[in-house]
């Protein structure tokens, strides 16, 4: 649902960013956190890279609201009050055109995103980078930096890779730093707001392969309570990017003698039990199980082997019970022609430790994303009917089960775009284009107004959030991307102002 505030005129140009503010900086502009520290960059970068790229090549396209139903309208609904139309330079504004081909050249701004998803799987969408003060933005899909199927903030792992091909990474990868987008959709999932911009850091790439392993890695610290361990694994996991498990530690040298008393007990946990170990040698170990007995009413759980009773033992001696064999750590009665077997347990005290693993690999920088990958211009409030390039990465199929696109290499769509609605996801105010993309891989797909085929250089007026069959023949027809207004922009603004340097 499509939501202004009433702000004056505003300047194009290169420097229209620095200097205008858009109504979507009257109100809070989200920017969320991907990876706070050099350290948990590095290890997001060699969790891609390492064990020969396997991370990267097993990744399949996201599939998250690539299908829609959507409708053509006759215009865009009318504003309260908007911005004038206007840009903000691309990287290429400066250059001058050479060459004549009538071959549409791909731009090396094009690329992939790289995610592990919300059913913990790696997954990649398209994605452009775009020209910033810190020559470090990526502009994809929303929904491709933001989790909309469990509700967390942001999705993990998150990098983006220009020119990715099987595994390759021809100008480095970029590990995401911070996401922005409007708050309609962090807050609502608007898909009139279903935009992304993320800072990425310097990128790196591999020196040296021999490295590539996987240690195992483990907190020394020992946590009597659980709840100790899981604020030191959300403190790690927020300042180092580390995601360790917990690993509860049995201590029988000092346990908590008590009967299935978990409520009373947290941090203990059931373990078989001999009558010895339950109990304690001498005097000391029979005084614990008393008084353990008399706050509980036993000392010790047992069931017999067919399953048909259990009980509890209230007092135990340092000696077998009358009418039971003892046999290791079970006990055996025999009761009119039939065995039974019955295992003691007792609640010991447990500790807590955190543990994981950390991939080492060998990385150098290679610089900013600018310096390596020359970004697009972004344009905003344009006449809807405007020419359109989009370029992305569709795979999948289409419903009738062709697949006309691998997702391995990038390619393009050309039309003029048109107004359009998806209500399923709140898209009030969308354009379509005609395209067959299939959404799987698309999603995030740069849209490039006045894209200049001789300088490879546009302006991003859009991003495929969805893609759609209009007319029922089973054959996607049609990209969807939010209109990129004003609004817009000042999401782009508050990007373009955050640095986010190296990590190596």
């Known amino acids: ?47 891609w890279f390492g064990e020969k790229a ?51 050249n791909l731009p090396r701004s094009s ?19 775009l020209q910033s003060l810190h020559k ?26 220009p020119g990715y091909y099987q595994g390759k990474a021809p100008w480095g990868i970029y590990v995401g730093k911070t996401a922005t987008t409007h708050f309609e959709f962090s807050v609502y999932n608007d ?82 039990a001999t009558l010895t170990q339950i109990a304690g040698p001498g005097a000391t170990g029979n005084a614990t199980m008393e008084k353990a007995a008399e706050d509980l009413g036993g000392v010790g759980d047992f069931t017999y082997s067919d399953g048909t009773w259990g009980g509890k033992v209230v007092r135990v001696a340092n000696s077998v019970p009358a009418g039971w064999t003892k046999d290791g750590k079970s006990y055996t009665f025999k009761k009119d022609g039939a065995t039974y077997t019955a295992t003691f347990w007792a609640l010991f005290e447990v500790d807590y430790k955190l543990v994981g693993k950390i991939v080492d690999i060998t990385l150098k920088d290679v610089g900013k ?19 359109t390039f989009v370029f992305g990465y569709p795979s999948g199929s289409h419903p009738d089960g062709d697949h006309a696109f691998t997702g391995n290499t990038l390619k393009y769509s050309y039309g003029k775009t048109f107004p359009a609605t998806a209500p399923s996801i709140k898209g009030d105010a969308l354009v379509g284009i005609k395209s067959s993309f299939t959404g799987e891989g698309a999603l995030g797909s740069g849209w490039l107004y006045r894209y200049d085929n001789s300088k490879r250089f546009g302006y991003l007026n859009g991003v ?11 054959r996607y027809d049609t990209s969807l991307s939010p209109y990129f207004d004003g609004e817009t922009l000042g999401v782009y603004n508050a990007a373009a102002t955050i640095d986010s340097g190296a990590i190596v």
């Open 191 to 272: 898909a009139d707001y279903d935009y992304a911009f993320v800072t990425v850091y310097n990128g790196v790439a591999v020196t040296d392969v021999k490295t590539d392993k996987v240690k195992n890695w483990v907190d020394n610290r020992i946590f009597k309570t659980k709840a100790e361990a899981e604020a030191a694994q959300a403190k790690l996991a927020k300042e180092a990017g580390i995601k360790a498990g917990i690993k509860a530690v049995l201590n029988t040298a000092k346990g908590k003698v008590a009967p299935n008393a978990e409520k009373k007990y947290p941090d203990t946990q059931k373990a078989p």
């Open 136 to 161: 470090n933005l990526v502009a994809t899909a929303g929904h491709c930096v933001f989790d909309t199927v469990k509700g967390k903030a942001t999705l993990d792992k998150w990098v983006f890779i």
């Open 464 to 474: 495929t959030i969805s893609v759609s069959d209009t007319d029922g023949n089973d």
């Open 369 to 387: 994303l600018g310096a390596n990958v020359p970004g697009q211009g972004l344009a905003y409030n344009q006449k809807v009917g405007q020419p």
């Open 1 to 47: 649902m499509k939501r202004t505030l009433v702000l004056g005129g505003m300047a194009a140009g290169l420097l229209a960013s620095a200097v205008v503010a858009s109504p979507a900086q009257a109100e809070k502009v989200p920017v969320k956190p991907l990876a706070q520290t050099n350290f948990a960059a590095k290890q997001i970068a060699a969790f």
């Open 54 to 104: 396997a991370n990267l090549i097993a990744a399949t396209p996201y599939n998250v609201e690539t299908k829609v139903s959507s409708k053509v309208v006759a215009h865009m609904p009318k504003a309260a009050a908007s911005t004038q139309p206007g840009i903000v330079g691309s990287s290429g504004d400066q250059k001058k055109a050479t060459g004549t081909s009538k071959n549409v």
């Open 111 to 129: 690329g992939k995103v790289f995610f592990i998803g919300a059913d913990h799987k790696p997954h990649w969408c398209s994605a452009t980078a």
